[in-house]
């Protein structure tokens, strides 16, 4: 069977840009081989979906050539995808910092989006699996549907992250397939696994208030710790800029200045300990604080003792080995890379009606809506040159 344009993967890039090029009288076809499309942005945002962030501009947004995103990003904004939310009357609200989130449930940005693929005569296969892609006059997808073929190929397959609704690493094969590079993927806006994991379970849940800073890049929101590690808001935004070998900064007091306070109350007789637990929960002066600093008093602590625990409260380091791995991690780093492409329409440089759209391009967004924005945004550039 013949379309104008097949896109692989139904998910939000690949069914916006089945809307876009459907909706200038393209026929288009869909496959998925889920049994149902859009499983990642049913899940997303605690099932409430945080659909875009208003705030979304190329600098929240990590990939080798930090200038590719902008062209998308400026013709397909935040403001294009609240309106047509408003136009099928999902409620939504604000949380905080941009994010925006549905009031009710995820599945009706899904609804949404199956409404406008309807209206535009897309055609979508579920359960339907690829096998190989050729290219002569045409691209050939070989299915378990059987064979379709199309002048033009959008790939929105998705990354690695979240194995288990169906991840796979099909878009880079297709990628590699067709000569293209794939800078280096790995698990992002991901909790990390730290050294000297042992000691930790015994802050297992509790969170603070910190601001992490990685590679020079900085975040103030919670952290969580784990069983291994860290988690929470401000440790996934820092997990984009991780390296292996450098220690993160952690100050667990963001909003005092710790060795003055301590200097400030070094004639109390209180236990450093306790006077520390007013301030931070106690399981955490527990884990960060030696227990005998702890168990002395303010006015039994000399000087330097006290000077060093407040370096320490505004200034941890500490070294990560390893992140939490492909089905705890919320975006996958790295993918096809952007040199490879057209910035204006997301189409290979090299082989002409190929297009990469989505999480598959080595385009990485902070937490927060900003990876929904760019699957918006690269399948409306793909969308209208298809």
């Known amino acids: 069977m013949r379309f104008d344009v097949i896109v692989i993967g139904g998910g939000a890039a690949g069914l916006f840009c089945a809307i876009e090029a459907g909706k200038r009288g393209r026929r288009v076809l869909v496959i998925e081989h889920n049994a149902e499309v859009g499983r990642k942005i049913v899940i997303s945002g605690g099932g409430r979906c945080n659909f875009t962030n208003i705030h979304t501009s190329a600098e929240n947004f990590i990939s080798k050539n930090p200038h590719f995103a902008k062209s998308a990003l400026s013709r397909y904004t935040p403001q294009d995808f609240i309106e047509l939310v408003k136009k099928h009357r999902i409620e939504f609200y604000e949380k905080k910092l941009g994010q925006l989130f549905c009031r009710e449930r995820s599945s009706l940005i899904v609804d949404m989006l199956l409404a406008e693929c309807r209206a535009a005569k897309v055609k ?6 690829v096998g190989e892609v050729e290219k002569g006059e045409l691209f050939e997808v070989a299915t378990s549907h059987g064979s379709f073929e199309a002048q033009n190929l959008v ?17 880079y094969m297709i990628a590699r397939q067709f000569g293209l590079k794939i800078e280096h993927t790995r698990p992002s806006l991901v909790a990390l ?7 930790f379970p015994s802050a297992a849940g509790v969170s603070v208030d910190a601001n992490v800073t990685v590679d020079g890049h900085s975040f ?8 291994r590690g860290l988690s929470g ?9 991780w390296q292996h070998e450098e220690p993160a900064c952690i100050d667990i007091l963001p909003e005092t200045d710790a ?7 070094s004639g109390s007789k209180r236990k450093v300990g306790n006077f520390l637990a007013e301030y931070l929960p106690e399981r955490v002066v527990g884990f960060v604080v030696e227990p005998a600093v702890a168990d002395r008093p303010l006015n039994q602590t000399s000087k330097s003792q006290l000077e060093k625990l407040g370096e320490l409260l505004n200034n941890w380091q500490l070294k990560f080995i390893d992140t939490e791995g492909w089905h705890k991690a919320e975006v996958t780093l790295g993918g096809v890379s952007t040199y490879e492409l057209s910035s204006k329409t997301m189409e290979s ?27 918006w945004a690269s399948a409306f550039a793909a969308g209208q040159a298809a």
Not at 124 to 129: F, H, L, Q, Y
Not at 259 to 264: F, G, I, Q, W, Y
Request: include cysteine.
């Open 124 to 129: 979508i296969e579920t359960n339907c699996s």
């Open 193 to 199: 696994v730290a050294e000297g994991r042992e000691r």
């Open 259 to 265: 060795r003055e306070l301590l200097n400030d109350n």
């Open 220 to 227: 103030r929101e919670n952290i969580l710790f784990t069983h």
């Open 233 to 241: 808001p401000a440790m996934l935004q820092a997990s984009n800029y």
């Open 155 to 171: 790939i929105a397959s998705g990354g690695l992250s979240f194995p288990k609704i169906g991840a796979t690493n099909l878009g």
């Open 349 to 375: 440089k090299r082989i002409p009606g190929l297009y990469f759209i989505g999480e598959v391009v080595d385009v990485t967004g902070w937490l927060g809506g900003y990876n929904f924005q760019w699957a």
